[in-house]
């Protein structure tokens, strides 16, 4: 089965942009929608808006960009406009360029890390290869991340959801 993500998403990556939806769920409500355009694993475009009920009390819109191993991020909060460098994703927004991977790694050994900037993802659990547990290790916000596979139809080359449990809440991304 992974086998087979992996060569969708190589082929994927081969043939050009690759664009993938998730609507964002905050605290159990739906709270927006991030688009992310995969040009090449190590080029990609993120960015994500508040829409619905949940942007009447809070607006927020992040535009994120990973080229090769670096970051940045330019997000407006209320009307307020913040540009982040690369430590400060890392310390304080990890849960994007942790979304990001977990997007374009497909491929997951039970205690193997996956390194994103100076933060360990370790796959700790396989469910019927449907359902991977991750523990985050040097990461102030984010603790766990879990992911969903969907085996029962084609389009099974992304997650079907990425839950990013963070020390205050828990982030869900449904793909659209």
Same mark, same amino acid.
């Given at each position: 089965?992974? /086998?087979? &993500? #992996?060569?969708?998403?190589? +082929?994927? $990556?081969?043939y050009?942009?690759?664009?993938?939806?998730? *609507?964002?769920?905050?605290?159990?409500?739906?709270?927006?929608?991030v688009?992310?355009?995969?040009?090449?694993?190590?080029?990609?475009?993120?960015?994500?808006?508040?829409?619905?009920? /949940?942007? &009447? #009390?809070?607006?927020?819109? +992040?535009? $994120?960009?990973?080229?090769?191993?670096?970051?940045?991020? *330019?997000?407006?909060?209320?009307?307020?406009?913040?540009?982040?460098?690369?430590?400060?994703?890392?310390?304080?927004?990890?849960w994007?360029?942790?979304?990001i991977?977990?997007?374009?790694?497909?491929?997951y050994?039970?205690?193997?890390k996956?390194?994103?900037?100076?933060i360990?993802?370790?796959p700790? *659990?396989?469910?019927?290869?449907?359902?991977?547990?991750?523990?985050?290790?040097?990461?102030?916000?984010?603790?766990?991340v879990?992911?969903?596979?969907?085996?029962?139809?084609?389009?099974n080359?992304?997650?079907?959801?990425?839950?990013?449990?963070?020390?205050?809440?828990?982030?869900?991304?449904?793909?659209?």
């Open positions: 089965m992974k /086998f087979f &993500i #992996f060569i969708l998403l190589f +082929f994927s $990556f081969s050009g942009d690759t664009i993938v939806k998730y *609507e964002t769920n905050f605290v159990g409500l739906s709270a927006g929608v688009t992310v355009d995969i040009k090449s694993p190590q080029n990609i475009d993120c960015e994500g808006k508040t829409k619905g009920l /949940f942007s &009447i #009390f809070y607006s927020y819109e +992040f535009k $994120f960009k990973k080229n090769g191993d670096s970051y940045f991020l *330019e997000e407006i909060t209320n009307g307020k406009k913040r540009i982040y460098n690369e430590e400060e994703i890392m310390k304080e927004k990890a994007i360029p942790l979304f991977s977990m997007l374009t790694n497909s491929h050994d039970i205690g193997s996956l390194k994103v900037g100076n360990s993802v370790i700790e *659990e396989n469910v019927q290869n449907e359902i991977y547990f991750f523990n985050v290790k040097n990461s102030k916000n984010v603790k766990k879990i992911i969903w596979y969907d085996n029962s139809t084609h389009q080359d992304f997650p079907k959801l990425i839950r990013i449990v963070t020390r205050k809440a828990m982030i869900d991304l449904k793909r659209l």
